[in-house]
């Protein structure tokens, strides 16, 4: 195995998981997840993070999607500590591989910043939610004050490749009114104790137009 390969399959998926349960991140991640309910889709379920926040007496199904074996070990952990049914699988969300219109929530939680292409895959997401099902998200992103976007633009070309594709300048929200999603309850934030270039957060539900 090369030093690449080395780095992205087995330093990366450790500093992600570490560096995603920080308690500020658990702590919005507590005010986010537990909303799902019906048949519940995850996409980059990678980590399992978010599962000790789902509901059970509110999820009638959960399924997740992310294209890293090692990550997808760490969430297959966590379904078995949950002790839940989980249909995890490997795949990426540009190409979920699920029937239009199949899931009554949608979670994503900081996984637009590394997918390839985050129009697709908001196409994508918005396929497979029901009529009025709910996109619930929580993502970094680009900085609404000019004087930090330019250090986000500045360090992103060394941050993505060291970290397994995450971008800093994506805009969060917008894509997500783009997509035609009604917007409820959205929220933003600087992360305190981050450097600000890493620490714009953007979250929120979003239904499908029936
Ligand atoms: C920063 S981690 C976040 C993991 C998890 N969503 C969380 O909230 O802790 C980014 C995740 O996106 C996944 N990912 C990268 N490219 C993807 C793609 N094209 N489609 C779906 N997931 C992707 C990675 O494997 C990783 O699990």
């Not at 995890?88 to 190409?95: C, H, I, S, T, Y």
């Amino acid at each position: 195995m090369g030093l690449k390969a080395f780095w992205d399959e087995k330093v990366v998926p450790r500093i992600i998981k570490c560096a995603c349960a920080s308690p500020a991140i658990m702590e919005l991640r507590a005010g986010i997840v537990p909303q799902a309910q019906g048949r519940v889709f995850e996409l980059g379920c990678g980590g399992g993070l978010n599962q000790q926040f789902y509901d059970p007496a509110r999820v009638t199904g959960f399924a997740g999607l992310d294209p890293s074996d090692k990550l997808l070990d760490y969430a297959r952990e966590a379904a078995a500590r949950k002790g839940w049914q989980a249909d995890l699988r490997a795949g990426v969300g540009e190409d979920i591989p699920f029937p239009d219109e199949s899931f009554d929530t949608v979670v994503c939680t900081y996984t637009l910043c590394s997918v390839n292409d985050p129009a697709q895959v908001m196409r994508e997401l918005h396929r497979i939610l029901k009529p009025k099902g709910t996109l619930l998200f929580l993502e970094h992103g680009l900085s609404p004050d000019a004087g930090v976007a330019k250090w986000q633009r500045r360090i992103e070309p060394v941050w993505v490749p060291l970290m397994g594709g995450c971008h800093l300048t994506r805009p969060v929200t917008a894509p997500v009114l783009q997509q035609g999603f009604q917007l409820e309850a959205p929220g933003h934030r600087y992360m305190p104790g981050m450097p600000k270039w890493a620490a714009w957060m953007e979250w929120g539900s979003a239904v499908k137009r029936a």
